[in-house]
């Protein structure tokens, strides 16, 4: 099994950003984890971040032409604005789960929307870090 992890704006800087809302671990430390839990399913992963919308659409598009079989998306702060996004998961044939490190609905307001649930699998949010392996054994755990 092959699964894309995708992460967008903003992701870099986990760490150093709000940590008192995103916790201390860096994006290198998360893609640890999931590498490591990948290697215990015996599966492959393709850990990937950007700050930019087109280069994570052409990502989702990808997934599907590569044998991905499901994608693991942090989309940052595109959750609450990008119909293009939206879009780009609708036009494939690759599972998505949508993932939050914090709970977007227990934020600012304009965070609770996601333009983007509706054509997920499904969304985990407000569990750290850990909602990335969450994901990812969901879609391991059934392949």
């Known amino acids: ?65 590569s044998g991905v079989e499901g994608i693991v998306f942090n989309p940052g702060a595109y959750t609450h604005t990008s119909i293009a996004l939206r879009d780009a998961i609708a036009s494939v044939n690759v599972p998505v789960i949508e993932v939050h490190i914090s709970n977007i609905h227990k934020r600012e307001t304009f965070r609770h929307e996601s333009k983007l649930a509706a054509e997920c699998i499904g969304q985990i949010c407000g569990l750290g870090t850990a909602g990335y392996e969450l994901a990812m054994r969901k879609f391991l755990q059934r392949g």
């Open 1 to 65: 099994m092959k699964l894309f992890i995708l992460n967008g704006p903003n992701l870099n800087r986990l760490g150093k950003r709000e940590p008192e809302i995103y916790g201390s671990e860096t994006l290198d430390d998360v893609k640890e984890r999931c590498r490591l839990l990948a290697e215990e399913y015996g599966a492959a992963i393709d850990f990937r971040q950007s700050n930019h919308e087109g280069i994570l659409i052409d990502w989702i598009h990808e997934a599907e032409d």
